[in-house]
């Protein structure tokens, strides 16, 4: 099992009073597939999956540009990958987890 980062920053000064999480909003009579952030509703979050891959989708804080987790469901290995469109980071995070 591996750990991974990208570069290490200075710990925020003000500490957050708690942690939250992102909610769905229901349309009537459809199911919720995304999540958002409830203060800013254009961070979003959705996780995608087939037999044998999790797609995790995470919006900048602004919405322009995603970055994308993949991991293997049987091994829990990952790769990630950041670009402007959420497709585009999709595909290269999934291209670069399988040979």
């Known amino acids: ?15 957050s009073k708690r942690w ?4 769905g909003t229901a349309v009537a009579g ?3 597939r995304g999540l958002q952030e409830e203060r800013n509703p254009a961070h979003r979050l959705r996780v995608e999956h087939n037999q044998h891959t999790l797609l995790i989708h ?4 602004d919405g322009d540009g995603w970055t994308t987790i993949a991991l293997d469901r049987a091994t829990r ?3 990630i ?6 497709l585009d980071a999709a595909k290269a995070a999934y ?3 399988y040979i």
């Open 1 to 15: 099992m591996a750990d991974g980062h990208s570069n290490k920053l200075l710990k925020p000064v003000k500490r």
């Open 20 to 23: 939250t999480s992102f909610v």
């Open 30 to 32: 459809r199911v919720v």
């Open 58 to 61: 995470i919006s900048n804080e």
């Open 77 to 79: 290995e990952w790769s």
């Open 81 to 86: 990958a950041q670009r402007l469109r959420q």
């Open 95 to 97: 291209e670069q987890l």
